[in-house]
C-alpha cells in the first residue's frame, strides 16, 4: 500500500499538472470504485481544481464549490498521468480523470477490488473520512509519546495503526524500526522515554528521507513505479538478505497478508521472533535466537526452519 513518501510524491506530481485546471469529466471503467452517490459524481463536471491535500492515505483533490474528490489506493491502486482522452486499461482500469492538457489514469492490479473514489461536499464531511492518526512529521514528540502510550500493542501495530498514526504502512514501519533498533514486538507501554525518543526521530528521518529519495527519482516525470519493495531498503523485503548495518541474515514474521521484516542482531538483542504461520508446527524445534540459526547455516549449509530432532 502507498505510504507516506508515495503519496507525497504523487501529489508533488499532481500538482503542477492539474492545479488551477479545469476537471472536465471522469470516466469509469468499475462501477464499484465509486462509493458515494451524493451529490452525485456529475457534479464535479466542470470544476477548477483548487488544490491537493493528503488525509491519511487519502488523495484528496480540492474543487470548486467547496467539492472534496478523495481517492484510496488501498494496496494495489496506482495512478498513471497520460495524454488526453487515453483509454482506461480493460483488466485494472478503475476510472480516468480529463483534463485540457492530459488524462489521470486510476487502475488497481487486483481482483478484491479494494481501491476508492468518494465524493464529498464541504469541510465537516472531509473530516469525518479522517481516521485521526497524528502526523509525525508536523508533530512534538510529546504528542508522538502521547500517541504511541495510548494503547498497549506491539510497536509493528501500533506504528501502522490509521487511528494512532498518519500514513505509516507495513513497509516503513520496518525501515523505521530497524532504524530505531528496536523489536516490532516490544510493546509500547514497556519503552523508556530515551526509546520513545529514538523511534520518533527514527520515524521523522526515514520518512523525510524516502520521500526527498523519491521526489529525486521522478524528477519532474511521473511517478510510475510506486512499489512497497525497494533494493535501497535496509530490511523490508530482504528476507535472508544481510542487514546492512551488523551483516545478519534479515528475519521475518509472517501473518495473514502482512510481513514484518526485521534484523535479530540489531533490534531484538539477536533473538529470534516466533513466526505465527510456523510456530504451531515447530514448537521447540524452532531456534530462538539468532546465534542458533546461524550455527545451523554454517553447519547445514542452508537456512533452517527449525532444527531435526535427535
Known amino acids: 500500500m502507498p505510504e507516506y513518501p508515495d503519496l507525497e510524491c504523487y501529489l508533488s506530481a499532481l500538482e503542477p499538472r492539474t492545479k488551477g485546471q479545469v476537471l472536465e469529466r471522469i470516466r469509469f471503467?468499475?462501477?464499484?470504485?465509486?462509493?458515494?452517490?451524493e451529490p452525485p459524481i456529475s457534479s464535479v463536471n466542470g470544476k477548477r481544481v483548487l488544490g491537493f491535500r493528503?488525509?491519511?492515505k487519502r488523495i484528496v483533490f480540492e474543487l470548486e464549490g467547496g467539492f472534496f474528490l478523495v481517492i484510496h489506493l488501498m494496496v494495489a491502486g496506482r495512478l498513471f498521468w497520460k495524454e488526453k482522452n487515453a483509454k482506461v486499461p480493460g483488466r485494472s482500469g478503475l476510472a480516468a480523470f480529463d483534463f485540457a492538457d492530459g488524462t489521470l489514469v486510476f487502475t488497481e492490479v487486483s481482483t478484491k477490488k479494494r481501491a476508492s473514489i468518494h465524493l464529498v461536499h464541504g469541510e465537516a464531511a472531509?473530516?469525518?473520512?479522517?481516521?485521526?492518526?497524528?502526523?509525525?512529521?508536523?508533530?512534538?514528540?510529546?504528542?508522538?509519546?502521547?500517541?504511541l502510550r495510548s494503547e498497549n500493542h506491539t510497536l509493528k501495530r501500533t506504528l501502522t495503526d490509521p487511528r494512532l498514526f498518519s500514513a505509516i504502512g507495513n513497509a516503513y514501519s520496518d525501515e523505521i524500526l530497524h532504524r530505531a533498533k528496536l523489536s516490532p514486538v516490544k510493546q509500547t507501554k514497556q519503552l523508556t522515554g530515551e526509546e520513545v525518543s529514538r523511534l520518533f526521530a527514527a520515524t521523522r528521518d526515514v520518512l523525510s528521507e524516502w520521500k526527498q529519495r523519491l521526489l529525486t527519482e521522478v524528477g519532474d516525470g511521473w511517478p510510475e513505479k510506486v512499489t512497497a519493495?525497494?533494493?535501497?531498503?535496509?530490511?523490508?523485503g530482504k528476507h535472508k538478505q544481510p542487514c546492512p548495518v551488523c551483516g545478519a541474515l534479515v528475519q521475518r514474521i509472517v501473518y495473514a497478508?502482512?510481513?514484518?521484516?526485521?534484523?535479530?542482531?540489531?533490534?531484538?538483542?539477536?533473538?529470534l521472533l516466533a513466526d505465527r504461520s510456523l510456530s504451531r508446527l515447530l514448537k521447540d524445534d524452532w531456534p530462538k535466537t539468532l546465534d542458533e540459526l546461524e550455527?545451523?547455516?554454517?553447519?547445514?549449509?542452508?537456512?533452517?526452519i527449525g532444527r531435526p530432532r535427535p
Open 29 to 37: 471503467a468499475s462501477a464499484f470504485v465509486l462509493r458515494t452517490v
Open 54 to 56: 493528503r488525509v491519511g
Open 126 to 147: 472531509l473530516k469525518q473520512m479522517d481516521r485521526g492518526g497524528l502526523e509525525v512529521m508536523t508533530a512534538h514528540v510529546d504528542q508522538f509519546a502521547e500517541r
Open 229 to 236: 519493495f525497494r533494493p535501497e531498503m535496509a530490511v523490508h
Open 257 to 271: 497478508e502482512n510481513e514484518t521484516n526485521y534484523c535479530a542482531k540489531c533490534q531484538s538483542q539477536g533473538r
Open 295 to 304: 550455527e545451523y547455516v554454517a553447519t547445514r549449509g542452508g537456512t533452517p
